[in-house]
């Protein structure tokens, strides 16, 4: 039923539409296929628990910095241009990581290129896609397009997660050693980057944006700063309440939570991609439903009413006395988490003029990534001391109810375009 209903939304879309939906399922799928054994590739490479916290903040610190040059130039230089870089640094980086276990080569590979340590969006590619699908769909599709958008990006990191787990652990019966067994993984990696550039080539011209989508009057682009004039505040403003949730969570990572679960409870690797499997498809569901809801409440109270109890359940993992009841916790968690992720992308892009679509995203996504990029350095040394292992899950729960907070006091009376309309038709 679920996979019927995709199809009649990537119907609903123009070919660079659906294309869009088919880079973000190779490229979920990527990542999901990496994340679920990065820390135990790095460890079997070598690395200490500290080397490798520092060594995932400066892989979320190095696409961050790229992140910021190509997302804020592409509406300018060109978008499909500026994704296929994103694709030729993430075959890099895969590449890099497969050949070598030195530090500082690592350290390199980490900055420059594409790799995602949790299983999410990193880099330039959701920015630029964002602005994208924000100008094939209408104001009044936009949540909705958005929500399927993240519920088969969900679904990749799924199956990625639960490939990526079952090679190793069938490698690994099969004699390959642990340590060969991640490396077929992350060289995998490497070959998904190539199909992915392969893949963006394919866009038409449509998805550029053109001088008529700005708004007359609006200062010409030399003026602007980063991308942006007329929504800088905006913008500037929810990418550092952005950068406070996505702090949080990078100390909850997929990889970090996968190598918790395997230090706690000795859970091995095709185990681990089963539980990931899971929880990523009931977070594409959640996100999926988060449609419905934002067109009863609105946008902002779906961020929040739904993140808080997510985040306390991410707070009860840790607590769970054995393993099944720690599964349950983390896939309950799971199946409410991401309703804010659609609603958070659709909100932004209302809230901004379309030739600043590309710079918000990026920018307020480079915020996240910076967010996240800080917490492993301090995750590392807690993972390494058996007292503190659990302490990441309730720092992160408590940071990211502050966010919470702090975002619906600061933006529940800015409304995007569509709920202005619905709220001046009822107006008598």
């Known amino acids: 039923m679920v996979f019927k209903y995709i199809s009649q939304e990537l119907h609903a879309l123009s070919a660079d539409g659906r294309l869009l939906f088919g880079t973000r399922i190779v490229r979920m799928f990527a990542y999901g296929f990496l994340a679920v054994v990065l820390m135990l590739y790095l460890v079997q490479v070598g690395l200490s628990e500290t080397q490798i916290g520092l060594l995932l903040t400066l892989t979320l610190l190095g696409d961050t910095f790229i992140s910021l040059w190509i997302t804020t130039t592409a509406d300018r230089i060109g978008r499909r241009r500026m994704l296929m870089i994103g694709a030729v640094l993430m075959v890099f980086a895969g590449i890099l990581f497969a050949l070598t276990g030195n530090f500082i080569l690592l350290l390199i590979a980490a900055t420059i290129g594409v790799i995602s340590p949790g299983g999410n969006e990193v880099g330039p590619f959701l920015s630029i896609e964002q602005a994208s699908l924000s100008q094939i769909a209408p104001n009044e599709r936009r949540t909705q397009v958005f929500a399927w958008y993240n519920l088969v990006g969900s679904f990749a990191t799924a199956l990625g997660s639960l490939a990526g787990g079952v090679l190793a652990q069938t490698a690994q019966g099969f004699g390959v ?23 963006f080539t394919r866009l038409s011209p449509a998805v550029e944006i053109s001088p008529q989508a700005a708004p007359p009057g609006s200062p010409q682009p030399a003026k602007s700063l980063l991308g942006l004039h007329r929504s800088r505040g905006v913008v500037f403003k929810l990418s550092a309440l952005f950068s406070i949730d996505a702090f949080a969570g990078g100390f909850v990572l997929q990889s970090i939570v996968a190598y918790w679960f395997h230090v706690r409870f000795n859970v091995q690797p095709a185990l681990l991609g089963g539980i990931f499997f899971g929880a990523n498809i009931l977070a594409g569901l959640s996100a999926l439903s988060a449609a419905w809801v934002a067109s009863k409440i609105g946008l902002v109270r779906t961020m929040v009413f739904t993140h808080i109890p997510s985040n306390i359940l991410l707070i009860l993992v840790p607590l769970m006395p054995n393993l099944p009841l720690a599964i349950t916790m983390l896939l309950l968690r799971f199946s409410i988490s991401q309703m804010d992720v659609p609603t958070r992308q659709s909100y932004t892009m209302a809230v901004v003029s379309p030739d ?70 009822k107006e008598p």
């Open 177 to 199: 050693s642990p340590l060969g067994s991640y490396r077929m993984i992350v060289l995998s990696y490497a070959a998904m980057g190539l199909i992915l550039g392969l893949l």
């Open 356 to 425: 600043e679509r590309s710079a918000a995203a990026g920018i307020t996504g480079i915020a996240r990534t910076t967010g996240a990029s800080l917490a492993p350095v301090f995750t590392g040394p807690l993972l390494a001391h058996a007292a503190l292992l659990s302490a990441p899950f309730f720092l992160s729960g408590g940071l990211k109810i502050v966010y919470d907070l702090l975002l619906y006091r600061s933006f529940r009376a800015i409304k995007p375009p569509e709920e202005k309309e619905a709220t001046s038709s």
